[in-house]
């Protein structure tokens, strides 16, 4: 049977699996997501709605050809067979969330029943949600001194970047994206040259950058300010906030761009404030070696720590991802 006629059965192939098991079994619901990072967060969000009645497995959406991504977690609407109440997607929103159903794919991914997604663009976020950090650092380092005040920096940041994203959502909201890509975007909210201790010309830098970009925009659309302000206001209304832009912004740009290297430099500065502490330590030489091997021994990988932060399960977004989960079981089981 070729792999994607499979898939599409999958949904009345589990219903019916679930119908034959006994009924003292739990029932098994089938979770497809976009990649294999994926698996671990989905893993996290359903984790909390297992009982002695059903339970969740997370998996990619092909065993068959290794097929990855959002297009191939949907590929049952493509193909004209539904989810099921045995089967759902979970997948990223990217910009399927504040597009706000402009395109086909969004509209699948916000209206149907058996699908759940990030709300922000996308995991990567989350595992970049700014109170979160301070702990990630403490990880990585352990060492639990705040050199670095997180939340301050990215709601800045986010502030600074507020005005071009919704240009941004605008153009994708109405087709006129090659105007304006996200990868235009993110060299813009790149805020390049980045120091610990004066982080105030980062965010300038990015200010000015939005700045000059937002002048460039409005001469070429003089005539856009009413769809600007409208759909400034459409965010402000799904929760997007000056404050919190960041988690809307591409994932991996966040990710890779701007919170990796941020960590990386802060927590430079956190694991040689604990080395010169053991350093110069009232101790004898064999002593101070052995300590600084174990210090060592014991620092972590940032991107790996990030990758495995679960702080995001504070926020408000996990919160609504979570209620939606909840909608659907007391709807569908």
């Not at 994203?165 to 990868?183: A, D, E, I, Q």
């Amino acid at each position: 049977m070729p792999s994607r006629l499979k898939d599409n059965l999958n949904s009345k192939y589990f219903e019916a699996a679930n119908a034959m098991t006994s009924k003292k079994a739990r029932h098994r619901i089938v979770a497809y997501v976009e990649s294999y990072d994926d698996i671990y967060f989905w893993r996290t969000v359903l984790s909390e709605f297992e009982n002695d009645k059903r339970y969740f497995e997370v998996m990619l959406p092909s065993k068959m050809n290794l097929t990855r991504g959002k297009k191939s977690v949907l590929m049952n609407f493509l193909e004209g067979e539904p989810l099921g109440k045995d089967m759902i997607a979970c997948v990223d929103a990217d910009y399927d969330y504040v597009i706000q159903r402009r395109t086909a794919q969004s509209k699948r991914v916000l209206d149907s029943p058996y699908v759940f997604h990030t709300y922000v663009y996308a995991i990567e976020n989350f595992q970049c949600y700014a109170p979160s950090l301070h702990n990630v650092c403490v990880s990585v380092t352990l060492n639990d001194h705040r050199i670095f005040d997180f939340r301050e920096y990215f709601r800045q940041f986010s502030e600074a970047i507020f005005p071009l994203f919704v240009w941004s959502v605008m153009f994708y909201r109405n087709g006129n994206y090659p105007k304006f890509t996200l990868t235009d975007f993110n060299r813009i909210a790149d805020p390049g040259g980045f120091n610990v201790q004066r982080p105030e010309p980062s965010i300038a830098n990015v200010r000015r950058k939005v700045h000059t970009k937002i002048n460039d925009l409005q001469r070429q659309f003089p005539d856009a300010k009413e769809e600007y302000l409208a759909t400034k206001d459409d965010l402000l209304a799904l929760g997007v906030t000056p404050q919190t832009t960041y988690l809307y912004i591409q994932g991996h740009h966040l990710f890779d761009t701007i919170v990796s290297p941020i960590m990386s430099k802060v927590c430079n500065l956190l694991r040689q404030e604990r080395q010169n502490e053991i350093y110069y330590a009232s101790a004898h030489k064999t002593q101070k070696r052995n300590e600084m091997t174990c210090y060592e021994n014991s620092l972590q990988d940032i991107k790996v720590m990030l990758k495995k932060n679960n702080g995001y399960m504070a926020s408000e977004q996990f919160r609504r991802v979570q209620e939606d989960i909840r909608n659907y079981l007391d709807v569908s089981l």
